[in-house]
């Protein structure tokens, strides 16, 4: 029997700009959020979950609410799930950083994968994170259905460990506002597969 993990994105936020660096700052959903996030519900309301795991930032666990819809399972708030830390950086808009900060600005997109903002932590540092955490949670649910409501970020670094790639890779698969996507695991030959939920 395969393990079967639900890798979710929370639903949109409450943003006055729509690019604007947003790492662990806590948002809630905002009114369209909260529209994705009732889709999920109806999405996932045929598919048995034996448990599911949040990040503790609201969004997520606001989005995870709806989706489970008062089904009785267990959950568990992680706080390695968070999305990356983007240190003095979060809540500032892309132009604001530009215009302050040009070089690290282009820096970072030169060496996404690396480029830590002040007080904050890179992609890599992200995946140390993260990588462990998920591991554990495979290890546990082994033939098992789960959900795990998190952040873009954090998908994108467990789908380039799953599947061989790097984080600059990763950035060419798109994972939008309350995106699903569903990762089944073969016990016979060890092999992850990815679809869209």
């Known amino acids: 029997m395969e393990t079967r993990i639900y890798l979710v994105r929370h639903g949109q936020i409450e943003l006055k700009n729509e690019k604007t660096y947003i790492g662990q700052l806590d948002l ?10 009732q889709t999920l519900q109806e999405q996932f309301k045929p598919i048995p979950l034996d448990c ?3 990040s503790p ?8 609410d709806i989706l489970l819809g008062g089904r009785s399972i267990p ?10 830390n983007m240190g003095d950086w979060d809540g500032k808009s892309f132009a604001e950083i530009k215009e302050l900060y040009l070089e690290r600005f282009e820096q970072r997109g030169r060496e996404l994968d690396v480029f830590a903002p002040p007080a904050g932590e890179s992609f890599v540092s992200l995946q140390q994170r ?5 591991a ?3 290890k546990e649910n082994d033939a098992k259905s789960i959900v795990i409501l998190t952040h873009a970020g954090v998908i994108r670094v467990i789908l380039a460990k799953l599947f061989g790639l790097t984080i600059k890779e990763v ?3 798109k994972i939008p506002y309350a995106g699903s996507l569903k990762l089944c695991y073969n016990q016979n030959n060890g092999k992850w597969i990815c679809q869209n939920q």
Do not use: H, N
Request: hydrophobic share 50%; glycine share 2%; net charge negative.
């Open 75 to 84: 959950r568990f708030t992680i706080d390695a799930l968070q999305e990356i």
């Open 57 to 64: 930032l609201c969004r997520c666990v606001e989005t995870l």
């Open 52 to 54: 599911a795991y949040s």
């Open 130 to 134: 993260v990588l462990p955490v998920f």
């Open 171 to 173: 950035f060419k698969w």
């Open 136 to 138: 554990e949670m495979v």
């Open 28 to 37: 809630p959903l905002s009114p369209e959020g909260i529209k994705q996030a």
